[in-house]
């Protein structure tokens, strides 16, 4: 049979249609993969704006919760505005991807000219309304809204309007539009985690603020030349951009639009709450860095993503999706409740991890970022998926799909502006972490409750829904977090080297923890403020006030900075009379500049209520600071403060937190210390307390070097072991010893520094190194500023490592001969050999002897001879001190010649020196000398008067090294009641000195009774039998009764009441004699009530 004739040309255009539809097909997928591509750009982009943009409104509005709020409200509030907006007039456009084009060009020459606007609406508008309105908390809060959503307002419209004009151009050739949209919408979030995550630890660290700003324009740019490109790839014309579904959700489309904003509005408000209080959350296992915020922005936008693209798989099928909604919102609010419930274990988990992992910054970040991601991520999945879900019901027969988009991201921005500002300002201070985290839970169950009762469904399942949301509701109200404050607040991340020293591998951190006791708790809306009473063997136990878990002050170690921290810049400041002090803490370093009289205005910027009504718990120590008439307490950001008033200051005392923290590290950046300066009286002094800790030495210089760059005459003071004090003037820092003395001789000031043993002497002996040294020492190189943040993004990395003793020794190791010359010369020969032996009593040997041989230059002193020879023998330079000591002279330098001597047992040698001693020089020492060549000599009726002659209840180790001579003694020439009188001071001599032990005093006594036990001049008087029945008594007395008692009372702090009251037991039964008023016995009771 013939083939028809038409059969070949038919045939051919089908194949022709099948290869133009497969093309269609492959330019399809090509152009949905490059818009994905610009959604992915877009995302990245804004994110890192939000970071940026955040920054610079910091520097203008200050870091307080409400400053930072409004900014996050203005910025979500354009994006919200910006969807409504392109997404209602999307449809009347008639080239959408050239409207997309402008869109992103516009954000890129915006975000080039933000910072200079900034700026002027500083300089015009801001300083002159701010000091205006300041004592007004509510009108301040509403300007810096205003000025906020003025300036961000061009930008985060654009920004907002980009995803509507997306999904208008992907619905041009995809059916399947809320498909698409989860794409989209996974694609841009996914985008927008890259940036948080890629800002925060690799961008801002590497090229500063500027560097950063430049690659988000540069992927503005990108994205808007591939939606060029896309014109030219585009698989069909753009068309009516109808919502092309014939299966809208009908409980949707029966029900007006509007009637789903308040559930879009609920959800809003309660992502935004969820994303606050996670955040507070992982600070208190992280630590305030900046690494911290951005893995919690990380964790929250990828989870977004991922159920964004969870979603765009089955969206499009959903018959109901009012009920998936519910069910998505019911799933976010158990989550949600169950990461709360587990939260309270992830410190006792993090001590575990790093006990098996290392205390390192890497395990640190890893387990911070499994930590975000079980508490973060299984919700916001939830909550990403809900996005296309809402699309949908925001859609309709009529509605084209970039006004839905617009719709479902307006309605949800308008609840997130609601909630970044409800739960900022008020919802934690009110609510707490918990009872905030609690209230969501409870909104997103009452918005699935609300979708429900709109949406279409069976009647069983809407009343299930119905029901589980109902359950939730009462559930969030009435769930109990299982929190422990004080594990909360143990500052895990910074302390877990110290607690695995202390629990070592069998304890937990609950046994750690356990003797502490919390005074004072509160979840504040800047930060969560503990003061925590620990245990000592003193009088008073310790108290220390803790800033997210970061000790900030205590009366323990940090006692001696803070009070010198008030005393030393009134003591070199001109004319003191206005103070600025940032930062309250404990009060104690105001409470010491409240000491001079000469302060009649002291203002205190504190950022946190909080923390204000937690000093009061350090009243004793500081003197009821806030109660001063002078103190006038200032609730703001202390660096906003000090940029916007128009007073100058004598003196400006910082003491904040420390670097690495992402608030604080901004009051160590040159632009703060600019600032600083700006506004110190003539003659005016800045302190400036830096740590040794938690930096390393390089970055340390930084530091150093960045406060030179300001401040043109510096000096740097050791206040504490791990801590230092930089002064910074403009005008020549003078250390005026009359006028220094004429301060510290009043009482006042004398009885608060006799805290920390510091008269005129002590306080020189703590200065270090000056302008010229620091700045030999220093180098050239990188400073630290707003836009680099070397600190900020360095320090962190330091957190967990030991770098003090290496950055001590680098300090120390400072030029510091320029400077000490400089001071010597305004010094007379008796102020420079001062100086010099408040040196030797800091162990700075190498500044002892140098002002000691600058003294000798001027003018032969015995005294500086004197000196030298103590600097030779306690670097144990036997040869070079008998040669100063011989060449002084004195009767001073006689007696140490003699006891030199007696220590190398040349007994004729120090006989002779103390032959030409004067009558009247005789000291104790001297004594106790001559009884030591008598006993040698065999002149034991001589070595016991000269024995007699020292007091016998000297607190002292030769008073009981002393009276066991004399029981010797007297038992060698047959005075045996004289002998057991002597043996029986001895004995209470030792049980005086362990009772002090117990209660932690007389440690200095302990220790030299132990050098002179080991003496040589010893062996020389005493028998082996002798000198083994001494060792063997200060043994069985003194050494191995406090070895137990110290393991008991170890175990006491440690939670393990058992073993204490059986070591306590053993120390009481171990006691010679017993001991009914040892400290212990009240100690033993103690813990056999735990136990």
Same mark, same amino acid.
């Given at each position: 049979?013939?083939?028809?004739?038409?059969?070949?040309?038919?045939?051919?255009?089908?194949?022709?249609?099948?290869?133009?539809?497969?093309?269609?097909?492959?330019?399809?997928?090509?152009?949905?993969?490059?818009?994905?591509?610009?959604?992915?750009?877009?995302?990245?982009?804004?994110?890192?704006?939000?970071?940026?943009?955040?920054?610079?409104?910091?520097?203008?509005?200050?870091?307080?919760?409400?400053?930072?709020?409004?900014?996050?409200?203005?910025?979500?509030?354009?994006?919200?505005? &910006?969807?409504?907006?392109?997404?209602?007039?999307?449809?009347?456009?008639?080239?959408?991807?050239?409207?997309?084009?402008?869109?992103?060009?516009?954000?890129?020459?915006?975000?080039?000219?933000?910072?200079?606007?900034?700026?002027?609406?500083?300089?015009?508008?801001?300083?002159?309304?701010?000091?205006?309105?300041?004592?007004?908390?509510?009108?301040?809060?509403?300007?810096?809204?205003?000025?906020?959503?003025?300036?961000?307002?061009?930008?985060?419209?654009?920004?907002?309007?980009?995803?509507?004009?997306?999904?208008?151009?992907?619905?041009?050739?995809?059916?399947?539009?809320?498909?698409?949209?989860?794409?989209?919408?996974?694609?841009?979030?996914?985008?927008?985690?890259?940036?948080?995550?890629?800002?925060?630890?690799?961008?801002?660290?590497?090229? @500063?603020?500027? @560097?950063?700003?430049?690659?988000?324009?540069?992927?503005?740019?990108?994205?808007?030349?591939?939606?060029?490109?896309?014109?030219?790839?585009?698989?069909?014309?753009?068309?009516?951009?109808?919502?092309?579904?014939?299966?809208?959700?009908?409980?949707?489309?029966?029900?007006?639009?509007?009637?789903?904003?308040?559930?879009?509005?609920?959800?809003?408000?309660?992502?935004?709450?969820?994303?606050?209080?996670?955040?507070?959350?992982?600070?208190?296992?992280?630590?305030?860095?900046?690494?911290?915020? *951005?893995?919690?922005?990380?964790?929250?936008?990828?989870?977004?993503?991922?159920?964004?693209?969870?979603?765009?798989?089955?969206?499009?099928?959903?018959?109901?999706?009012?009920?998936?909604?519910?069910?998505?919102?019911?799933?976010?609010?158990?989550?949600?409740?169950?990461?709360?419930?587990?939260?309270?274990?992830?410190?006792?988990?993090?001590?575990?991890?790093?006990?098996?992992?290392?205390?390192?910054?890497?395990?640190?970040?890893?387990?911070?970022?499994?930590?975000?991601?079980?508490?973060?991520?299984?919700?916001?999945?939830?909550?990403?998926?809900?996005?296309?879900?809402?699309?949908?019901?925001?859609?309709?027969?009529?509605?084209?799909?970039?006004?839905?988009?617009?719709?479902?991201?307006?309605?949800?921005?308008?609840?997130?502006?609601?909630?970044?500002?409800?739960?900022?300002?008020?919802?934690?201070?009110?609510?707490?972490?918990? &009872?905030?985290?609690?209230?969501?839970?409870?909104?997103?169950?009452?918005?699935?409750?609300?979708?429900?009762?709109?949406?279409?469904?069976?009647?069983?399942?809407?009343?299930?829904?119905?029901?589980?949301?109902?359950?939730?509701?009462?559930?969030?109200?009435?769930?109990?977090?299982?929190?422990? =404050?004080?594990?909360?607040?143990?500052?895990?991340?910074?302390?877990?080297?110290?607690?695995?020293?202390?629990?070592?591998?069998?304890?937990?951190?609950?046994?750690?923890?356990?003797?502490?006791?919390?005074?004072?708790?509160?979840?504040?809306?800047?930060?969560?403020?503990?003061?925590?009473?620990?245990?000592?063997?003193?009088?008073?136990?310790?108290?220390?006030?803790?800033?997210?878990?970061?000790?900030?002050?205590?009366?323990?170690?940090?006692?001696?900075?803070?009070?010198?921290?008030?005393?030393?810049?009134?003591?070199?400041?001109?004319?003191?009379?206005?103070?600025?002090?940032?930062?309250?803490?404990?009060?104690?370093?105001?409470?010491?500049?409240?000491?001079?009289?000469?302060?009649?205005?002291?203002?205190?910027?504190?950022?946190?209520?909080?923390?204000?009504?937690?000093?009061?718990?350090?009243?004793?120590?500081?003197?009821?600071?806030?109660?001063?008439?002078?103190?006038?307490?200032?609730?703001?950001?202390?660096?906003?403060?000090?940029?916007?008033?128009?007073?100058?200051?004598?003196?400006?005392?910082?003491?904040?937190?420390?670097?690495?923290?992402?608030?604080?590290? !901004?009051?160590?950046?040159?632009?703060?210390?600019?600032?600083?300066?700006?506004?110190?009286?003539?003659?005016?002094?800045?302190?400036?307390?830096?740590?040794?800790?938690?930096?390393?030495?390089?970055?340390?210089?930084?530091?150093?070097?960045?406060?030179?760059?300001?401040?043109?005459?510096?000096?740097?003071?050791?206040?504490?072991?791990?801590?230092?004090?930089?002064?910074?003037?403009?005008?020549?820092?003078?250390?005026?010893?009359?006028?220094?003395?004429?301060?510290?001789?009043?009482?006042?000031?004398?009885?608060?520094?006799? !805290?920390?043993?510091?008269?005129?002497?002590?306080?020189?002996?703590?200065?270090?190194?000056?302008?010229?040294?620091? @700045?030999?020492?220093?180098?050239?190189?990188?400073?630290?500023?707003?836009?680099?943040?070397?600190?900020?993004?360095?320090?962190?990395?330091?957190?967990?490592?030991?770098?003090?003793?290496?950055?001590?020794?680098?300090? +120390?190791?400072?030029?510091?001969? =320029?400077?000490?010359?400089?001071?010597?010369?305004?010094?007379?020969?008796?102020?420079?050999?001062?100086?010099?032996?408040?040196?030797?009593?800091?162990?700075?040997?190498?500044?002892?002897?140098?002002?000691?041989?600058?003294?000798?230059?001027?003018?032969?002193?015995?005294?500086?001879?004197?000196?030298? @020879?103590?600097?030779?023998?306690?670097?144990?330079?036997?040869?070079?001190?008998?040669?100063?000591?011989?060449?002084?002279?004195?009767?001073?330098?006689?007696?140490?010649?003699?006891?030199?001597?007696?220590? !190398?047992?040349?007994?004729?040698?120090?006989?002779?020196?103390?032959?030409?001693?004067?009558?009247?020089?005789?000291?104790?020492?001297?004594?106790?000398?001559?009884?030591?060549?008598?006993?040698?000599?065999?002149?034991?009726?001589?070595?016991?008067?000269? +024995?007699?002659?020292?007091?016998?209840?000297?607190?002292?180790?030769?008073?009981?090294?002393?009276?066991? +001579? !004399?029981?010797?003694?007297?038992?060698?020439?047959?005075?045996?009641?004289?002998?057991?009188?002597?043996?029986?001071?001895?004995?209470?001599?030792?049980?005086?000195?362990?009772?002090?032990?117990?209660?932690?005093?007389?440690?200095?006594?302990?220790?030299?009774?132990?050098?002179?036990?080991?003496?040589?001049?010893?062996?020389?008087?005493? *028998?082996?039998?002798?000198?083994?029945?001494?060792?063997?008594?200060?043994?069985?007395?003194?050494?191995?009764?406090?070895?137990?008692?110290?393991?008991?009372?170890?175990?006491?702090?440690?939670?393990?009441?058992?073993?204490?009251?059986?070591?306590?037991?053993?120390?009481?039964?171990?006691?010679?004699?017993?001991?009914?008023?040892?400290?212990?016995?009240?100690?033993?009771?103690?813990?056999?009530?735990?136990?």
């Amino acid at each position: 049979m013939p083939r028809p004739r038409h059969w070949r040309p038919n045939a051919s255009r089908a194949a022709l249609r099948t290869r133009n539809t497969e093309g269609q097909d492959r330019r399809r997928r090509a152009s949905t993969g490059v818009l994905l591509a610009c959604a992915g750009l877009s995302g990245a982009a804004s994110l890192i704006y939000q970071v940026i943009w955040n920054r610079l409104f910091v520097d203008l509005f200050g870091s307080t919760t409400a400053a930072t709020s409004s900014v996050v409200a203005s910025f979500v509030g354009g994006l919200a505005l &910006g969807a409504w907006l392109f997404g209602r007039y999307s449809r009347h456009l008639r080239r959408p991807v050239l409207a997309y084009v402008v869109l992103e060009a516009g954000v890129a020459a915006y975000a080039l000219l933000l910072p200079a606007l900034l700026n002027a609406a500083d300089d015009g508008i801001y300083g002159p309304a701010w000091r205006a309105v300041n004592d007004s908390p509510l009108l301040g809060a509403a300007l810096r809204q205003t000025i906020g959503f003025t300036v961000l307002v061009v930008p985060t419209v654009l920004m907002g309007g980009t995803l509507p004009l997306m999904a208008r151009i992907l619905g041009a050739w995809d059916a399947r539009v809320h498909r698409g949209v989860g794409w989209l919408y996974a694609a841009n979030t996914l985008g927008a985690a890259a940036g948080a995550v890629g800002a925060g630890f690799a961008l801002l660290p590497r090229i @500063g603020q500027a @560097g950063t700003a430049a690659v988000a324009m540069t992927m503005n740019v990108g994205a808007a030349v591939l939606a060029i490109w896309l014109t030219q790839r585009m698989p069909l014309p753009l068309t009516s951009d109808v919502a092309r579904d014939g299966d809208e959700d009908a409980g949707a489309a029966a029900a007006p639009r509007r009637t789903i904003v308040p559930v879009l509005l609920l959800s809003g408000f309660a992502a935004l709450g969820f994303e606050v209080v996670w955040t507070r959350m992982l600070i208190l296992m992280a630590g305030s860095s900046t690494y911290s915020f *951005s893995l919690m922005l990380g964790a929250d936008i990828s989870g977004l993503s991922l159920g964004s693209w969870w979603a765009s798989r089955w969206v499009d099928r959903l018959r109901s999706p009012g009920m998936v909604f519910a069910h998505l919102q019911v799933g976010v609010a158990v989550t949600a409740l169950i990461g709360l419930g587990l939260f309270g274990d992830a410190p006792a988990l993090a001590f575990a991890w790093f006990r098996a992992m290392g205390t390192t910054f890497t395990t640190s970040l890893v387990f911070d970022a499994v930590v975000a991601a079980l508490l973060v991520v299984p919700p916001t999945i939830l909550l990403g998926a809900a996005f296309p879900v809402a699309v949908r019901l925001a859609g309709g027969a009529t509605t084209t799909i970039g006004g839905a988009v617009g719709f479902a991201y307006a309605s949800t921005g308008l609840g997130n502006v609601l909630g970044a500002l409800a739960t900022g300002t008020l919802l934690i201070a009110v609510l707490g972490l918990a &009872g905030s985290l609690k209230l969501f839970a409870a909104m997103s169950a009452l918005a699935a409750v609300l979708v429900v009762a709109l949406a279409a469904g069976q009647r069983i399942a809407r009343r299930v829904t119905l029901g589980a949301a109902g359950a939730l509701l009462v559930i969030a109200v009435g769930v109990h977090s299982n929190w422990n =404050p004080l594990h909360i607040t143990s500052g895990i991340y910074k302390n877990a080297p110290l607690y695995l020293a202390i629990g070592g591998g069998r304890l937990t951190l609950a046994n750690i923890l356990s003797s502490y006791r919390l005074l004072f708790y509160r979840e504040g809306p800047e930060a969560v403020v503990s003061v925590m009473e620990t245990p000592t063997l003193g009088l008073s136990p310790d108290l220390s006030l803790a800033i997210d878990g970061k000790v900030d002050a205590s009366t323990g170690p940090d006692v001696s900075t803070e009070i010198l921290s008030g005393h030393l810049p009134m003591l070199f400041a001109r004319d003191p009379q206005r103070v600025l002090v940032i930062g309250l803490a404990s009060g104690i370093t105001v409470g010491s500049v409240e000491r001079y009289a000469q302060a009649r205005r002291i203002t205190v910027a504190e950022i946190s209520p909080s923390v204000v009504r937690a000093a009061r718990y350090f009243g004793r120590f500081n003197h009821d600071a806030l109660a001063d008439p002078r103190v006038r307490l200032v609730l703001d950001d202390g660096r906003h403060f000090l940029r916007l008033t128009r007073v100058r200051f004598g003196v400006i005392i910082s003491e904040p937190s420390n670097p690495w923290m992402s608030g604080p590290t !901004r009051l160590f950046t040159r632009d703060y210390f600019e600032e600083v300066r700006d506004h110190l009286a003539e003659g005016g002094i800045y302190a400036q307390w830096l740590p040794l800790y938690g930096l390393s030495t390089e970055l340390l210089k930084s530091e150093v070097r960045t406060f030179l760059s300001v401040f043109p005459h510096v000096e740097l003071f050791e206040v504490a072991q791990g801590d230092v004090l930089l002064l910074g003037s403009a005008s020549p820092i003078r250390y005026e010893p009359e006028r220094m003395a004429e301060q510290l001789a009043r009482p006042a000031v004398s009885s608060d520094l006799h !805290r920390v043993q510091g008269g005129s002497d002590d306080l020189m002996g703590r200065f270090l190194v000056g302008t010229r040294g620091l @700045g030999r020492w220093a180098g050239s190189g990188q400073l630290n500023t707003d836009d680099d943040g070397l600190l900020e993004f360095g320090a962190p990395r330091y957190l967990l490592v030991d770098t003090l003793g290496a950055n001590r020794r680098a300090l +120390l190791s400072a030029p510091w001969k =320029p400077d000490l010359r400089a001071l010597a010369v305004e010094l007379d020969t008796k102020r420079t050999l001062e100086l010099a032996r408040a040196y030797l009593a800091h162990d700075h040997f190498g500044r002892a002897a140098w002002l000691a041989r600058e003294a000798l230059a001027r003018k032969p002193s015995p005294a500086a001879d004197l000196l030298l @020879g103590e600097v030779a023998a306690r670097k144990s330079a036997w040869r070079s001190a008998r040669d100063f000591w011989r060449k002084a002279a004195t009767p001073q330098a006689r007696a140490s010649l003699a006891n030199l001597a007696v220590e !190398r047992q040349e007994w004729q040698v120090a006989a002779r020196y103390l032959a030409e001693l004067p009558r009247w020089f005789e000291p104790a020492g001297v004594t106790y000398i001559r009884a030591l060549i008598a006993m040698h000599r065999g002149q034991n009726g001589r070595a016991l008067a000269y +024995l007699h002659r020292l007091p016998e209840n000297d607190d002292s180790a030769r008073a009981i090294v002393a009276a066991y +001579l !004399r029981s010797v003694v007297a038992d060698r020439i047959g005075r045996r009641e004289g002998s057991r009188d002597a043996t029986r001071q001895f004995r209470r001599l030792l049980t005086a000195l362990r009772r002090r032990l117990e209660r932690d005093d007389g440690k200095p006594i302990v220790a030299s009774l132990i050098k002179m036990l080991h003496d040589p001049s010893l062996q020389g008087v005493l *028998s082996q039998p002798e000198r083994t029945q001494l060792l063997d008594q200060v043994a069985v007395r003194l050494l191995q009764p406090l070895a137990m008692y110290y393991r008991g009372v170890s175990d006491l702090w440690l939670g393990q009441s058992a073993d204490a009251a059986h070591m306590l037991e053993k120390y009481l039964q171990q006691i010679p004699g017993g001991d009914t008023s040892s400290y212990a016995n009240l100690l033993l009771a103690r813990s056999e009530l735990r136990h």
